[in-house]
Every structure is written in C-alpha cells, then in structure tokens.
C-alpha cells in the first residue's frame, strides 16, 4: 500500500487537507487516528470520523509483529508479518533509532550478506514503510530512521522517498536523522537533492577497488569508488550532513593496507566518515570478521590521515538474526512444519554449499545478519 492510497481514501470521506495531515500525523506518531477530535475546531466530517475504525485496522494491519528478539545492548530485532503473508525485518535501536526494510529480500546479491541470497521477493510499498516506524513507535520513542534493512532503497526510489518526505513532515523527524543507505545508484544522486526532505546519505563502499566491489556487490550499478566518492561528496555539500561510507570488515578480503591506503587517497579532504562496521557470519559463508586489533589499527591509520573512522558494533549481535536471518529462521521453520506434516521422520534442513568467490579458504561460522548496509548500533 502507497500512502497516496491513503490520502485517496481520507479525501472520499471528506477530509480536507487539514483533516489529512492530521491523521496522517497521528498515523505516523502512532496516536489514534482521531487524537484531537476532542478540540473543537478540529472537529473532523462525520464521515471522515466514520471511516477511521476502519483504516486503523487497515494500517494496523501493514506490519504485525510476529516475533520480537532482544538484545542486552538495548535494541530489539522484529520480524513482521504483512498483509499478505510475507515478512521483513526491523531493527530497534539504542539511543531512539530505528532501522526499517524498504524490500522484501534483496537483489543487489551481496555475497555475505542472508537478504541477498534469496533475491527480491517484492517491494514493500511506502505506506508499508512507514508502518514499521509507527509500530515501533508504539513501543518506544524513535527520533531516528535509518533505511538499512531489507533491501536496496534505491531500488524502490518513489516509495521509499514518499515514506521519507513523510516521517521528515508529518513524522516530525529531523531530515539529518532519516539515513538513506545505499550501494550507490546514480537515480539517487539525481533525485535526493530534489526532495523536500533531504535525507542523510550513507554509501556502502566495502572496497576501493573496482573489481573486487563489483564482487562483494555483483549486481550494484557499476560505478567506479572515485565517483561515487565525488557523487557522495557533491550531496554532502549540498545538505551540509557528511556523507556515511560503510565498510563491512571481511578478514583476508577487505582489511589489508592496500585498502587502508585506497581509502586514505579517496577520502582526503572529504566531508565524510568512514564507519567501518563488524562482519556477522553468515551460516554457509565463507567470511569472517577482522580482528578487533586490525579494525582498530585501520581507524587509527585513518585518523593520522585526517580522515574521521569510526568501529561501529552492528546491534544486536546477541540475538541470532538481523536483516534477513529472522526470516530465513522463520521460513525455515515453516518449511520445516511443511515438510514435517508430508514426511515427519525424513526432514532435515540442509545448509547450502559454502562460498570462497576471492579464493579464501573456507571457514565454519555460526551466526548471521544482513551487512551490507551496515546497520550498526552506533550510528543513529
Ligand atoms: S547487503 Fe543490502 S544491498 Fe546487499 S544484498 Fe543485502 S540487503 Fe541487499
């Protein structure tokens, strides 16, 4: 659902702008959909106030929690369900932040990340959204949205720009605190500046390096890491919010010096930080995390250079399942009641066959979560 559909529906029962904004307002702030009628020149049509019961139960009915992991470091991972029966995933933060889908699976592909593994599924439409901060919002404050869940937004620009411009209105978020993440798609560069809210922008880099990105990231729009830097430093400048690289640290892969020297050269005088964030192993990857020791020594070589790095822990790491694995938990075990109920005694769940694309050997790991776009605890 796209929250013109919502509008359309406001406007047959009669509500004029006013009466719009405002449900929209209390849809958005998670407050019932007539909060206010009791002052008198708010008073809605009859008819509009009719209708409400209804659409609440419509946009109720967007995102339904279906399961809630909490971590001890404050944030919360959920799995929803939608209307029609798929699910995605949404990421409570600490310190007021929210991370929310903008897909149903993903087909960017990243090779270490669960979302990626399945391709896209479907779009989720702005309405739907949006609904993830209203539900969250119903069980803690959120001051902060960042677009790093399930899926890439670029590729699913009107919805997640409708949803953006709003949560940055109506929501009453402040524009630099809706992060809009992303491999880098040139649709972006051209739209976000246009938008009435303009959004924080995050780029996910994950290497200097041409070719090995265009490994980690097969289906991202190929553009060269110098351009999408001179992209990203363009939209900087214009909003004045430094733009956020995201770098997964993958042992062996994207930690050595030549790296380290590439994003030195890139982001020399750049209005940037570089966030580089703990790798999560996904079962049947073949990737494994930096050591702390190496992820500190790389900021600090950045930090020499002038270039602000920060280690950001990606939340939740106690609670298995982050973007992308709580569904793939849940539909397993869908699968499993399935094929449980056709041939209770044979069933057993098979891992999929490991993957080393750069030559690595291969490496046993036990926990997963979307990494792509970096969701990370310390970043809202
Ligand atoms: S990391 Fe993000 S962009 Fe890449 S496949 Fe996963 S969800 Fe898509």
Redesign the pocket.
């Known amino acids: 659902m796209r929250i013109d559909e919502i509008r359309q529906r406001l406007r047959a029962a009669g509500a004029k702008p006013c009466h719009e904004e405002r449900v929209l307002r209390a849809w958005t702030q998670a407050r019932p959909l007539d909060d206010g009628e009791r002052n008198r020149e708010h008073v809605a049509p009859k008819q509009l106030r009719a209708a409400l019961p209804a659409l609440t139960a419509q946009l109720q009915a967007l995102a339904r929690l279906r399961e809630e992991h909490a971590s001890d470091d404050g944030s919360a991972r959920l799995l929803l369900e939608l209307a029609d029966g798929q699910t995605a995933e949404s990421v409570l933060l600490p310190r007021d932040g929210l991370c929310v889908s903008t ?1 149903v699976g ?5 090779v ?5 593994r399945d391709g896209l599924r479907r779009q989720l439409g702005s309405a739907e959204i949006v609904a993830q901060v209203a539900l969250a919002r119903a069980r803690r404050p959120v001051k902060k949205v960042v677009f ?5 937004p670029a590729h699913n620009l009107d919805n997640v720009l409708d949803a953006i411009e709003l949560l940055g209105r109506a929501g009453g978020i402040g524009h630099k605190n809706l992060v809009f993440s992303t ?1 880098g798609d040139r649709r972006v560069f051209e739209r976000l500046p246009c938008g009435v809210v303009k959004p924080a922008l995050a780029l ?1 880099l994950h290497s200097t390096r041409a070719e090995l990105r265009a490994q980690l ?1 097969p289906r ?1 729009p190929r553009i060269e890491p110098a351009e999408l830097v001179d992209l990203g430093e363009r939209y900087a400048r214009a909003t004045g919010y430094p733009i956020q690289y995201q770098w997964t640290l993958l042992a062996g892969v994207n930690d050595g010096d030549e790296e380290l020297a590439g994003i030195a050269r890139l982001l020399a005088g750049k209005y940037a930080v570089m966030n580089f964030i703990e790798y999560n192993a996904v079962d049947g990857l073949a990737f494994e995390r930096s050591s702390a020791a190496r992820a500190a020594a790389m900021s600090q070589y950045l930090h020499r250079h002038g270039i602000l790095a920060k280690l950001r822990q990606s939340a939740g790491q106690d609670v298995a399942g982050g ?2 694995q709580l569904r793939a938990q849940a539909a397993a075990r869908g699968a499993r009641a399935e094929t449980g109920r056709r041939n209770p005694v044979s069933f057993a769940l098979r891992a999929r066959p490991q993957e080393d694309i750069h030559g690595t050997e291969e490496r046993s790991t036990s926990r997963g979560k ?4 970096g969701r990370s605890e310390g970043q809202v």
Request: net charge negative; with cysteine.
């Open positions: 897909q993903c087909a960017v592909g990243c270490f990340c669960m979302t990626g790093m869940g399930m899926g890439e491999v996910s990231l991202a973007c992308g979307c990494q792509g776009q």
